[in-house]
């Protein structure tokens, strides 16, 4: 059963509660779906990747190897390139045109830019994996590809055709906002539409400086127009952008957790006003901060390292609010449910309902992973963990699940909205759900243990010569967490395939979307030129000087690219 | 914008630790004297010839007090012949108490310099010196590893540091 278009006037639509438009189906289906397959690439060479870090694993099962990408360090660059790149940007922004057309009530302004963006990415999907499949030697260079490492150019258009294709999405949302703005003059936009252009802001801006990265140093050097590169400058325009990114996964997962959850859970939001307030904090203090992955750099001063980790410990506030204003949040929805006393509204969370559970799951998750990110923000502490295991542990639990597990909560509605059947087992989900949970805690805790021990991050150290013997132990554990791992990433797809597929029975719950936004939020919040001026202003204040001690003016740069087969070290 | 009381308590709470946490690490860096990797010079990675890593070693300053001039490159440390056959895991030498400091550069890709167990981690980036200070004040044998990614032979990059 297909809804057909149904248009009164120009923009506005008439949403089926229980399906989608045709419209809706192929766009946001496409994203979907491609942000899936992204997963398949990505997911599982985790578990394998575990498997390899193990010493007892390699010593019983010596010619083990990776299926598919068989090199380590190959498998390691499309897990990061297909999880942390592709999947999450298909899925983001799958998600938010969803969100925004149904906040909005109207469609999404261009179909054009919509599939042009679509394509962009996907060839760009296409060209990365096909590029480190053939040529695993050259193209292993990881997803934070630092110079003066070069892989062959197909890997960098690649990632230049996922950031420009991104771009014209987030331009797609924003004229289509920006119209709506002009026919509600004076109204607020709702929450989840307020949310996706903060963080599309953000994201246009910190793009820019990867995208200087790719296009002026490394696919010229690539393309062997220039035989040198500058290691040093690469990795700060590189950060300039990595920090940003994690809250480019995060703040969907916190649309989710805002203005879903509390409807799902059977309540309502404690503070909208708040939560705007969070939302900006993010955009202005997301880029300001990036240096705090550049600690042990030596061609970046001390001072600029201080004042960045400041700035990282207020990134941190918008965080606490959010914690406590999901927790009220669902204190209330638990009081709703019959929930007594000072902690029986935990008990009567749905705990059975895979939506809910997906995303109580990667909060629970995400405090731990809170707390070791305040490890990490400490300049000196970070000293003994930086690049160990320990870091890989710590993203496990905000990317891998507060992230992750949140948009799987969100895929177990959206799909059968999309196919317009039933999620196919209730049960595997939320045996999916909990494993996962399980997993991943084992998997991340080892791997910060691990770290604390001296095991390195991005090695094949299954062999290695080097580790204590409570490195060694503590790996082994993160393959129990990979195994846990590799079962719920089957059971995820075996939802996935039998709701596409097999699934019979109709969609019976709408989708959690407010139309209205909150008339009495501060009209100041939704005026964006201030707040970009302000983003901007603070990014030149913290990363103008980085960027001045970065750059050689005298010399220019002088660092020979180097091709890993070797001989064109020239 | 009102703010509820809970939410206020919440707030101040949040603030009085980030504060704390602020002092802390003030009081780390003046205190305490920890300090970050920071800024030492430029080096040109096909000219090292006329520098100090020219002929890669440990040189005695005075006293307890040492440095040790490192080369990085595609997958082991060159610390000079008195730390072993070229290409092999070297290793360096030192009686307790010694101030150790670390000079550090790459010949070709980035490499990383950790020392377990003593809070040293350097990103050894070419066209860059790293720089790091030690106190070794107990003995033992203490790995050096890379731990940022530099190809293939990645996770066979290594060294030892024996305090006797
Ligand atoms: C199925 C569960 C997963 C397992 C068992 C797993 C396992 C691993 C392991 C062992 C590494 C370390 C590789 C190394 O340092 O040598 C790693 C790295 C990484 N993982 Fe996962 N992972 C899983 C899921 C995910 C997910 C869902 C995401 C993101 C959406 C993700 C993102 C990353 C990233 C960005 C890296 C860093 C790669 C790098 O250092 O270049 N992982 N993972
Ligand atoms: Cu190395
Ligand atoms: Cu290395």
New interface residues.
Partial sequence: MQATLNTTEPGKVTFPALDMLRSERNMIGAHIVMSLIALTFGIFMGPFQAFHRSPAFMASFAEFQIPVFS?Y?QAVTVHGVMNALFFTTFFIIGFTYYVTQRSLQRAIKSVFLGWLGFGLMLVGLVLCVVTVSADP?DASV?YTF?P??IAPPTYYIGLVLLIVGSWVATANVFITYLEWRKEHKGERSPLAVFATISNFIMWDIATIAVAIEVLGMLLPASLGLIKVT???LG?VLFWFFGHPLVYFWLVPAYISWYTMLPKQAGGKL??D??AR?AFIMLLVFSIPVGVHH?????????VS??IQ??LT??V??PS??TA?NIG?SLEYAGRQNGGKGLLGWIWKQKWNDPVVAAQLIAMLVFATGGMSG?INA???LN??V???SWVTGHFHTTLGTAVTLTFIGILYWLLPMIRGRKLFSTKAALWQVYSWGIGMTIFAASMGQAGLE?A??????G????L?DLAKNWLNLTAIGGAILLVSSILLFVNIIGTIFFSKQPVVEGAPIETRGNPNA?AILERWSFWIAVTVVLAIFAWGPVFV?AI?FN?GW???R?L?SGLQ?K | ?V??R??KY??TA?AVA?GA??A??IA??LVFG???????G?I???KLDSTAFAQPGIHNIGGNRYEAYILAKMWAYDAGPDAGPVGA?PTLRFPVGSEVTFYVTSK???H?F?I??H?????????????GTINFNRPGTF?I?????C??G???M?GQIVIE
């Fill in positions: 090199y360090y030697q990881l630092y003066p490492l500058d290691p040093q990795r404690f503070s006003n708040l307030v550049l600690f042990a750099d030596p061609g970046v001063s001390e390292k201080f980790t400041i410990l207020i941190a506030v606490f609010m406590f009220a305040m400490s300049a000196q000293i003994a930086h690049n160990t001296g390195p991050r991005r090695a094949d150290l062999n290695s010569p080097y204590t501060p001690q050689d010399n002088n660092v020979l180097y890993p070290l | 914008m703010l509820n809970l939410e919440w707030l949040v980030l946490y602020t802390a690490l780390g860096a920890i300090h970050l990797p920071s800024p030492v430029r040109d990675p096909q895991p070709d890709v980035i990383g950790y377990e167990e809070s040293l981690s350097l990103e050894v980036v070419p066209g860059q010196i790293a720089r790995h590893i890379c731990h940022e990614f190809g293939a990645h996770q066979i290594y």
